[in-house]
Structures are given as C-alpha cells and as structure tokens.
C-alpha cells in the first residue's frame, strides 16, 4: 500500500488536506494523525472492520482495546451507556486535553473497539489538527498509538513512518508533539474513579477537581501479583531492543557505578547506551550517551524520552543504563514508562555498594 504523507501547518490547517484524510476514515481506511500526547492510528471507531484493521496494522493482541477520540462533548453520550457526574467534572477540568475516562460502553460501540470488553475508554484531544481530523472523520476515532506494538510510542511523523508506511493509507506530519507521553487514564466504572496509566494530569491535578481518586496497585511496579487493569498495561510495552537498566541513588554514586559497568561491557565488546541528563551526561564512558534535559526541566525529558529510546534501537546498543528520575508531577509517568521499558530492572545502590 502506498502510504500519503502529508504536512499538515498550523494555525492555518488546510483544510481540504482533512477532509481527503476523513475520507479514508469513512471509506473503511486508517490514517496516522498527531495529537498533544503522542501520534495516534486512527480508523472508524464504530466499525468492527477498521478496528481489526488497527490491530493488524500494529501487529497488536486484539484483547488490548482502543480509546475512542472524540471533537465535542456533545458526542460522549452516544458511546457510553451512563456519564457519571465526576466524569463532567474531570471533562470541565481536562477536556479537551491529555485525560482518557472509561465508561460503561453503550451498543454502538463494537467488542472489536474495546477487545471484548463492555467498558470503553474515550478521550478528547486538544491538538487542533487532531480535532478538525476526528470531525471530518464524522466524529469517533479509534486510536491506539501510532507505533508498531512493542516500540515507543511515535513523538513525531517519521517515527510513524519508520513503523507503518506501506501499511496504513495516510499519516498527518504534524512536526513533534508537545507532550510525548501517552494520556493519564481514568476508570470511572468503579465507584471511586482509579487511575490506570499516569500521564502529564497528575493524581494531584485530578484531586483538585474529585477529592480522592485511587491508583492502580500495578502502576509503578511489578510485585503486586495483580493483573494491571488497563490490558495495555501487562504488555512489556516501551520497549527498546537493548536491554534496560535503571540506576538509582545518589548522584556520584550512579555516574561511577554506571561506568563500571560500561568499562566491563566494552572489554566484552558489548555496545553500551546511557541515558543522563544535562548535568551529568559529560561524566559518562557509555558508546553512546543521551542527555534527557535538565532534571529541573521534566516537561522536556517527558517529551524525549521515547526518541532516545528509538535512537538507541538505531544505533544498536545491546545494553543500556539509565538514570532514575524523581516521581513528583509527571515524573511519575516518566518514571512509569521507564520502569516497563526495562521490564522492572531497577538497581538501588546504597553506600556498601559505593
Ligand atoms: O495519549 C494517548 O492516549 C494516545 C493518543 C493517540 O491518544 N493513545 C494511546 O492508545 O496511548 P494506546 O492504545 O496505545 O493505549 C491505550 C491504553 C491501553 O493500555 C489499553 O489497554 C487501555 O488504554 N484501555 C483502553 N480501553 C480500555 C478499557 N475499556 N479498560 C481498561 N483499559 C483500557
Ligand atoms: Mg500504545
């Protein structure tokens, strides 16, 4: 299949440009469109057919299910069989913005949509391309993220296309996203509404608007021995094909042990990847090493942090470290995101170790 791509300028979105793209939504057909979180492959949410399309796109397990985006608030009552009043409170607060809420679906939505289940997550992007798409498109998109599964999710067009050009009709180039991590998700089946992924809306912003919201027991490690309620979850999902390790501790500490490490793995012959920040990446003796930004500055490390695992896969490093990042505001997510990307393989050095 021959894959369109398209540039797509804001503030002055062509408008043409979007209606030919929610054409192919219409017509059965996926398109690879940006959003303020990550880019997302979009089919006709309402159609069984588009979504096993997603699936088959992605190389995705069809249990895992779909958001479905929507452009108006108007559009939610029509996919959900009851709006709980906490959920017009959050959709106040967050819509449109980097928040999906999962509800009780009703009967338009297809098993194929939320793999099987009779809960279907929704979410109202800001990005406005994003939104002029899901109107031409005649209002529900289902969108997983834009990456073939396994990889992170896509922060910008050519990562888009490194994954799915020849398998999907379109993608919007919308330059690099803002935010570069996946939406904060919300159940609100269950009386007290349960955070399921962490995201740029923090536990804190959400309990500003409901006073207490819970987390999933999985959320931040493995150890649980609970299955993670969002199914997405339970996959080894950020993955990078090096293997991961994060390094916790005070900051001497991690620089020496991290180059311990990656004197011994050169001796091997093993390429070696870390991950730092601005203040310490210049101490480092990996092959290859990346600063995230500033720890001062965790808007800025969210948003790279999924490049420079691709760039990593790229420049085939076997093994790679990573510092650890603090878990306050997004940080959490950061931390989340990391924590899967290496399987759960964090080291706590304490000062025996030193
Ligand atoms: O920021 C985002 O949310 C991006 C952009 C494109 O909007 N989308 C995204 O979709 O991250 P995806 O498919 O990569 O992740 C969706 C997650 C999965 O972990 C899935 O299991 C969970 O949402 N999910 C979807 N529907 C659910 C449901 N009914 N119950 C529990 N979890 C659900
Ligand atoms: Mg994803």
């Known amino acids: ?54 699936y088959a796109a992605k190389g995705r397990p069809s249990d895992n299910p779909l958001i479905v985006h929507i452009y108006r608030m108007e559009d939610l009552a029509f996919l959900v069989s009851e709006i709980p009043e906490t959920a017009v409170k959050l959709a106040e607060a967050f819509w449109p913005g980097p928040l999906t809420m999962i509800f009780h679906k009703s009967e338009a ?155 011994r793995l050169r001796q091997q012959g093993v390429k070696t990847g870390v991950i730092g920040t601005d203040a310490t990446i210049g101490r480092y003796r990996g092959d290859v090493c990346k600063s995230a930004g500033s720890r001062e500055d965790e808007r800025t490390i969210a948003r790279e942090l999924y490049r420079i695992l691709r760039e990593f896969d790229d420049e085939k490093v076997a093994v790679i470290y990573s510092e650890s990042f603090d878990t306050a505001g997004i940080g959490q997510a950061i931390m989340n995101r990391l924590l899967k990307a290496s399987g759960h393989h964090i080291i706590y050095l304490n000062d025996e170790c030193y």
């Not at 939504?25 to 309402?46: N, Q």
């Not at 959320?219 to 996959?235: F, H, N």
């Open 1 to 54: 299949m021959d894959t369109k791509i398209i540039r797509v300028e804001e503030p002055h979105i062509q408008m043409s440009l979007l209606r030919q793209a929610g054409e192919i939504i219409r017509a059965g057909g996926l398109v690879a469109f940006p959003t303020e979180t990550v880019y997302g492959l979009g089919g006709d949410a309402l159609s069984p057919e588009s979504s096993k399309k997603i």
């Open 109 to 263: 939505v297809p098993y194929e949509t939320t793999g099987g289940l009779d809960t279907v997550a929704v979410r109202m992007p800001s990005h406005p391309t994003a939104a002029a798409f899901i109107r031409e498109a005649g209002g529900y998109v289902a969108a997983p993220s834009a990456n073939r599964s396994g990889k992170p999710s896509p922060t910008s067009a050519r990562f888009v296309e490194e994954d799915l050009k020849g398998r999907i009709e379109m993608i919007l180039d919308g330059g690099d996203v803002e935010i570069g991590l996946e939406s904060t998700i919300i159940d609100m089946t269950a009386g007290k509404p349960v955070i399921l992924r962490p995201g740029y809306i923090t536990k804190e912003m959400l309990e500003e608007v409901l006073q207490s919201v819970d987390e999933d027991g999985t959320m931040m490690t493995d150890e649980s021995g609970q299955a993670p309620k969002a199914p997405g979850m339970k996959y080894r999902h950020y993955a990078p094909e090096g293997s991961l390790t994060i390094v916790e501790g005070g900051g001497e500490q991690v620089t020496s042990y991290i180059n311990r490490q990656v004197d």
